[in-house]
């Protein structure tokens, strides 16, 4: 079976600085992996995935993750976050398919909780 | 608004009753995902449906229980409620049977008093 884990539950920061949100996975079998981010009283919304190819991958709002299959993580990264961005953000990891696509269950992390502050 | 629509946003109810929630899909997505998220559990994957057949089934105790109508909207009926029951529940929806992308419903808060 699959799991997540991010390992920080809040990230204070304040605006304009870079942060980072990190995730690692465990898995016996190929995975595809996610970020979602929930903003106060709205359901999640995809941040960013990688299902193949390069490494690094970008997303909506100046957001980037790198897969890092050796170490098992999967860490989101924003060079200048805004105020705006406060939130919570969760990891999530899928089984990869034989076909290459991802179905069913996705496993999510407990959540990391972004403060920005001014 | 991702147009996924739950009803109804908020539930408050005694325990050994039963609740339906209702989850209506963006125009257009074939699949329905449950998801329930507790303070001690996280977010935790229910049951998919895709086009009105059940397509993968994750932590559902057996109280519980999901179909997909043929309009595709979607109703998650609990019963027996316990305390323990109490947590945010969401839908979410994608265009086909993968899970690639979600779109998620802004969720149905159920209190079980």
């Known amino acids: 079976a699959q799991s997540v884990t991010q390992l920080d539950s809040q990230v204070p920061v304040f605006e304009e600085a870079p942060v980072e949100l990190r995730c690692n996975y465990s898995s016996s079998v190929s995975v595809y992996l996610f970020w979602y981010v929930q903003y106060p009283n709205q359901g999640l919304q995809l941040l960013l995935k990688y299902l193949s190819g390069s490494t690094l991958v970008k997303g909506i709002n100046g957001f980037e993750a790198e897969f890092n299959k050796s170490q098992t993580s999967f860490h989101l990264r924003k060079p200048s976050v805004h105020i705006s961005d406060t939130a919570e953000y969760f990891c999530?990891?899928?089984?990869?398919?034989?076909?290459?696509?991802?179905?069913?269950?996705?496993?999510f992390g407990q959540g990391t909780i972004l403060t920005v502050h001014p | 608004d991702s147009g996924v629509t739950q009803t109804p946003k908020h539930l408050i109810t005694a325990t050994g009753q039963r609740v339906t929630l209702r989850c209506s899909p963006r125009s257009g997505d074939l699949s329905v995902y449950w998801y329930q998220q507790s303070l001690d559990q996280g977010l935790q994957f229910l049951i998919q449906?895709?086009?009105?057949?059940?397509?993968a089934k994750g932590n559902i105790l057996e109280r519980f229980s999901a179909q997909q109508f043929p309009d595709l909207h979607s109703e998650l009926n609990l019963s027996s409620l316990e305390l323990g029951d109490s947590a945010l529940y969401f839908c979410?929806?994608?265009?086909?049977?993968?899970?690639?992308?979600?779109?998620f419903g802004s969720g149905t808060q159920l209190s079980v008093l």
């Open positions: 449906y895709y086009n009105g057949e059940e397509r």
């Open positions: 999530a990891v899928s089984l990869a398919n034989a076909g290459g696509t991802s179905y069913g269950k996705l496993t």
């Open positions: 979410a929806s994608s265009a086909q049977a993968t899970n690639e992308k979600l779109f």
